[in-house]
């Protein structure tokens, strides 16, 4: 059965296994609380166990201005004039999604994709300005 080592503070310090009848003695100043549901790092309140802040909130997606993008292209040789002619052969879609945004999502698929095939570094090109 899973268990929460739980300290002074209401942490969840620890999450173990312990099978049915088995004896452990948790750290000093710790208790121990069968749970399913705890999460190491998460809280409990006496009565119920919440998971962590960070683990109950999605990830925040980052937003690199396109201006950036663009200074970067052009600082990696000839890869600006590679990434305009890229961007005029793509779909209608493609285009007008980099026309009309300020910023682009630094795990966008189709910017990945066009960075990658004009040889272009998508972690530098991307990078948190």
Request: contains cysteine.
């Amino acid at each position: 059965m899973r268990h929460a080592v739980v300290d002074a503070d209401c942490n969840v310090v620890n999450v173990v296994e312990l099978a049915d009848g088995a004896e452990w003695t948790p750290p000093a100043g710790c208790t121990v609380r069968a749970s399913e549901s705890a999460i190491l790092g998460g809280r409990f309140d006496g009565v119920a166990f919440f998971p962590p802040l960070e683990a109950a909130q999605p990830p925040r997606r980052r937003l690199v201005p396109r201006s950036l993008i663009v200074d970067r292209l052009a600082a990696a040789a000839g890869k600006l004039a590679m990434a305009r002619a890229a961007l005029d052969a793509a779909d209608l879609h493609t285009r007008e999604r980099w026309n009309t945004r300020a910023a682009i999502y630094a795990d966008d698929a189709a910017a990945l994709a066009l960075l990658q095939a004009i040889g272009a570094d998508p972690d530098m090109i991307l990078a948190p300005g």
